[in-house]
Structure formats: C-alpha cells, structure tokens
C-alpha cells in the first residue's frame, strides 16, 4: 500500500459506567514508522498496552502487509483496569485493514492470549439501551475465528517457551522465560524482520530478537519465509545478550526444529554469528551458574556456551545431576 490513508473505521465499546468510547482505526503508508500507532487520551501507558494487544492478536492472521501503519486511537480514555475494550481494538484494527469484513458496531471483550486468537471473558453486565454489543468469551464469540466461522485459529499456532538467567548480585537473580510463537504464512517476499513482533518491547530489545532470530533461521537453511512470529519477554527489561541462546531455542523448538527435554529448557549464551550456527562466550559464569543450580529441576536441559567448560566450578555438571538435570556445553546449535 503506497497511496494516502484509507477511510477511518469505528467501532464502539461500552465502558465501565455504561460509557460508550468509538476505537477508530485509520491505514496509511508506513514509510518506515511503527506498525502500530495507538492513542489514549492522556495515558501513555495505556497506548503501549493497546499497541502490544494488536500485535498479539496479529500472529494468527492469513496475511500481513508490512508496508501498512494502522493508527488506532480512543476518544474516551477506559479506567486503568479495565480490558473489555480489547476486542473492540482488535477488530477496527482488522476491519481497517481488509481482514476482518463482517461489520460490527460495538464489541466487548478481553483475552490473555490474543496471539493464540482467543477470547477470555467480557465485563459487561448489561448493554445500554438500543446498543448492540458483540460479547467476547465462551457466550459470546470465543476466538476471533469464529466471526468468520472458521476453526479455532490457536490450533495452528505453535508455541515453546525456555528459560533464561538474570542476574543483579542481589534477591533479584532469577530464572526468566522467553517464549516463541509461530504460525504458517505465505512467503511473499515480505522482509522476515517484518514478521517478528517483539510486543512490549523497546526499538533496541526488538531489533535485537529480530536479528538474532534471522540469522539463527538462515543456518536452518530452511528457516526463512516460513512463519508470522511473536515473542514475549517475562522480563522485558533485559541488560546485555545472554537471552539470545534460550531466544533461539525457543525458536527452534516452536518450529519443531528441536527435542523438547522433559523439564524446561534453561539456557545462557549469544552470538555475533547466528547465521553460521555459533554460540559464543558471555559474561557472567559464577552468578548464573550458581542460579542455575538452585533453581534446576527434575528433567530440566541446561545449555551454556561452550567457552564456560573449564571455568564452571568444578562438580557442577554432577551436582547438576544429582538434582535430575542435564548439561551440555555447546558451541554450535542443531539438533541437541
């Protein structure tokens, strides 16, 4: 899409106090802005939230044109708990687009896992007189295929999520999972950075996965072209790279490119060459893998970069053991 911007789309949701706020939805040329723009009166944080449910809710569309920017804004600003507006901004942002061509006036409804399609619940007690709402949830519409009356869309979504350490040197340390979402699409010559949405995520943390993913699918040799992605972050706020290696493993499992072990998969390392298949070295080694072995589990693979072998402490792959667990120092990845 090279032309100037379509037609606004409105669509209507009732808030709490019986407001009624119209989601409008505009498509104009990207030219190099975000894929989404999204406004609420006064709260910024509010706009992220709204902007990370659309991108979510994306992951099971038939296509995507990546030349587009949907700006989507709300002429009511909904309370701060509030969610029963999510489907309302899903749907404008689906009519703008072409996607979605059954015409709704007013939706309600929220979901807590737009990327698999599906709809939670809504809040709505009762519609105000004379409105029309469509109801999300098992009363309602439980996933966003069913409007188009097609099969639940979650079933072609692939999911796989690993584990990663974090550490500050304080109570903080933790164990943080990454997870990786795929569903089938067309190869159309999109750019496969285009198709890799990182939502919640700053510009930097964004680029980062979408590289890092690129390169890692490239030494698949089979992995490009191939897959509409979302990835979430339990931690979003990252330092350093060392999330890349559990990144790609995650990726590789949601792809059925890997075994999955029996526990969870726990992993540290990056790479300045995805592409050739390398893990390398990051910093780091005593804190993580003293985390490491206070949080494994029974089944769970721990993965690390190969140049930690002589410089884990020594009785750690046994002591790794004894707790049910396995290791492996690697320097490449493949089928581990």
Known sequence: MNGPATAPVSI???LAQGRVATLTATVRPRDGRADVKCSVP?????????QQVLRLARLTEPASDARQQVVVSIDTAPGPHERDWELAAVLADRTARGICTVPVACANGWSNAWQLGRIDGCDLPAAPAGLEVLRGGAAGL????????RPDPSASVSTAR????????????RLCWVEVGVHPRAANGTDEEDTISVPGADA????????????ARHFD???????RTVVRFEEARLAGRSYELALVMADRLARGREFAARGRLIASGASTGWHAGRVENVEGVAPKSALILREALRGDRVLLPGAWTDALEQGFAGALRERGATLACID???II
């Open 332 to 334: 490449r990845i493949g």
């Open 42 to 50: 006064g709260d910024p944080a509010l706009s992220a939230r709204m």
């Open 162 to 173: 690993t584990w990663f350490p974090v550490v500050s040197g304080g109570a903080a340390d």
């Open 204 to 215: 930097a943390l964004q680029l980062a996965v979408r590289q890092a993913l690129c390169g």
């Open 12 to 14: 209507r949701t009732v």
């Open 142 to 149: 439980p996933h966003l295929g069913a409007l188009y009356g």
């Open 221 to 227: 040799g089979r992995g490009l072209g191939r897959w």
